[in-house]
């Protein structure tokens, strides 16, 4: 072999193991972020933690249980008005999105999932806070189903365009009429896939901060009333984390080793639902 | 009888479609509501103190006197250290897992990484300042200073808090990003181009670098600006460890400030009408330039991966 | 023309069908008699499951499709102004090619699939008109005892027998049949082919193929298509042994297709 063969032999498996590093790299942060949730907010968990609201400055032994309820409930709520709308855009891009109007709301909805999460944060506040004159869970609610929407259209959208058209005909020759084909039988079809889709956006939402500051605000105490200010988790973490005390800092850790392991949790069951897709039942 | 006939009659479909329409078109209203709403809340600024609220640096809620320059300034020279780390990880990760990792690597690897996305904003906010600014502290900057500190980039006193700090923290949660989009676009480039130069006796890495990276440059700049899209909206963790100052500075090593970390700061300190409409011209401004920039990132990918639905799932 | 000795169930006048300005096939005349098998064939492309997608209102659902000319349903146009494609679908059945049961529906409910969209039956009627359609598809023996399995845990040749009953179970009038075994093994297109045999005491079918021994074994009539045009129709016996027409006798000695 020629001495300029050997050097790009040479070249190809050092930028082999250059790339190898760069990845090694790119993924050395979460290992360590893993890490350092689990050694520094795992001591601090206990029963208590998970049932108890925060104690005054000095003391010991508060816990988070009102913000985990707040999540829950914000989050839910947002579900309940983001699913539907996110899961129907989808459905019309699917099946009837070829046109002008539907590669109009595709670009818009790729869109608005990058626009910042503070900004629909400051509107929820022009129209759902500003009016009423003070703060509310359900605002929050509402900006979560904001960044919702959009990302839901487009797993959904997704889902559904894999159904095989085979099956689409199979119904229609049946006497389907096309809305009862598209509901009953092809988006049934898909349901696994958009299922999936709605679970990591709300996974995606739950550990949202920016959007709530302004509109659920926050809340020392235990609220389950929608029309006003309720604590959400990363809320809490953000509180935490900034303020002046040791010991807020430690349950900032605590509080992030939770939200991550939600997130985790909602994260894989998605992934566990896709694998069950088209036949592997 | 020889008419071509309509696609439906009947009733039921009729409502189907209307309602999926209707549920549809919300999200361009919504795109335009959005807008709009932001134009007619900063009005008041926009008239006070025109364009050059965009590169003035007096920000003073007492006199009420406002400019952004800062601002503007932060969040991109945050976004460019971002996108200098994280580019090239994120390129070495997408090139490893579609040209050179062996099929047992792929999927551990691909889900670590997307893994990177999914953990939120505020995490990572804690263990910036927990974890990375100490560490920048003690191990890094005295590094860099003993080497760099010539330079204007790396002069000053280091606290802690600063761009640098925030350049890190964005480009770990772009680099997730960057990465799954490239990886699609690379996914999307034929065999055939691969195939062709290694049958003209290339090494592996001469058929990545000369025929598949040129095939998808477009798509990868497309993905790059994705990335950048995202890095110029974060909140959260910038807000938490880049010192939040309206300051302008050539030194990483000392405080910035970023339009997403204002208004999560100042937004609810607000008291005055004009203090509210500069920061919703703030707030206009940051929404402008991420729209353009995904409007533009999106359109480069569409053109060169699968279908259109690269980059569509939640990350 | 189609000989006429029986009354004709299905018939098409000067069946014309398009995609948008492109002619598929064309002024297509064909009668098919009550209780028979008539085998369309010809080479690929030559225009079958266009035609046959235009006898119950596919081909309308095609991007760009249309049609001019008639298809007669015991002797009403169901191309007419007033009716409601959906409802002649209901009384045309048609089997694909390739099996496609509802993937998240058991096999008792794909049967029965046809007969809900129709409209509510009592369980009693229900479960009774499942079993006779599993039965005229030759596949109660095989399932009767796992109805709520799910149908994708049947082999091919078993799908593909759902499809059929499937189509059945609304009672048709004329059953469709679009290359029905294209894509099973020689045991499962035995069955089926037999099945063809039984099925035309009660119903009418049209079959498309591309394989002309299992014309020659199924059918009672064969029509030949070319380039879109109806070239020669007749009893099966009669074409395979004696085509009147030179292209037909090419096509079947096997000099093109």
Known sequence: MSARAIRRRILSGAMTGLVGLLCAAAVLPLVLIFADLLHKGATSIDWNFFVRTPVPIGQTGGGVAHAIVGSAIIVGTACLIGLPLGIGAGIYLAEYGTGRLGWTVRFVADVLNGTPSIVIGILAWTWFVRPVGHFSALAGSV???????????????????????????AALALGYPRWRTSLQVVVRTAVAGIVTG?????ARIAGETAPLLFTALGNLNFSLSLGHPMQALPLQIFTYATGPFEEWHRLAWASALVLMALVLLLSTAARWATRQRYGTR | MSVPLPTFHNRGDRVYRATLTGLAALLPLLLVVVGAELAVRAWPSIQRFGFGFLWTGRWDPVAEVYGAGPLIFGTLVSSLVALLLAVPLALGVAIFLTEFAPKWLRQPVAFLVELLAAVPSVVYGVWGIFVLIPFLRGHVVPGLKAVLGWSPFFSGVFYGNSMLAGGIILAIMIVPYIAAVSREVLLAVPGSQREAALGLGATRWEAVWSAVLPYGRAGIIGAVMLGLGRALGETMAVTMVIGN???????????????????????????????????????????VITVTVNALARLLVWRVARGGSAGSRAL | MAPADAPARLATQRLTALFDRTVAVREISLLFPANTVTAIIGPSGCGKSTFL?????????????????????????????TVDPVAVRRRIGMVFQRPTPFPTMSIHDNVAAGLRVNGRLPGSAL??????????????????????????????????????????????????LDEPTGSLDPAGTQRIEELCHDLKRRYTIVIVTHNLQQAARVSDYTAFFY??????????????????????EAYLTGRFG
């Not at chain 1, 189903?145 to 005909?169: F, I, K, N, Y």
């Not at chain 2, 607000?270 to 509210?276: E, H, I, R, S």
């Not at chain 3, 006898?55 to 991007?63: A, F, G, Q, T, V």
């Not at chain 3, 596949?139 to 759902?162: I, K, P, Y």
Request: charged content about 20%.
């Open chain 1, 143 to 169: 900006a979560l189903a904001m960044l919702m929407v959009p990302m839901v259209a487009r797993t959904t959208e997704e889902m559904v365009r894999l159904v095989p058209h085979s099956l689409r005909e």
């Open chain 3, 127 to 176: 479960t009774a008109a499942v079993e006779r359609a599993l039965r005229q598809a030759a596949l109660w023996d095989e399932v009767h005892d796992r109805l709520n399995s799910s149908a994708l845990a049947l082999s091919g040749g078993q799908q593909q027998r759902l499809c059929i009953a499937r189509a059945l179970a609304p009672q048709p009038e004329v059953l469709l």
């Open chain 3, 227 to 248: 380039l879109g045009k109806l070239v020669e129709v007749g009893r099966t016996a009669e074409l395979f042994t004696k085509p009147a027409r030179e292209e037909t």
């Open chain 3, 53 to 81: 997608r235009c006898l119950n209102r596919m081909h309308e659902l095609s991007e760009g499709g249309w049609v001019t000319g008639r298809v007669l349903l015991d002797d009403v146009d169901i191309y007419g102004g």
């Open chain 1, 198 to 202: 709605a679970l990591v956006a709300v």
């Open chain 2, 245 to 287: 100052r309206h300051d302008i500075s050539a030194s990483l090593l000392q405080p910035g400030y970023t339009m997403a970390a204002a208004l999560a700061n100042e937004f609810s300190e607000a008291t005055t009408g004009m203090y509210l409409a500069a920061l919703f011209e703030v707030g206009l401004v940051l929404f």
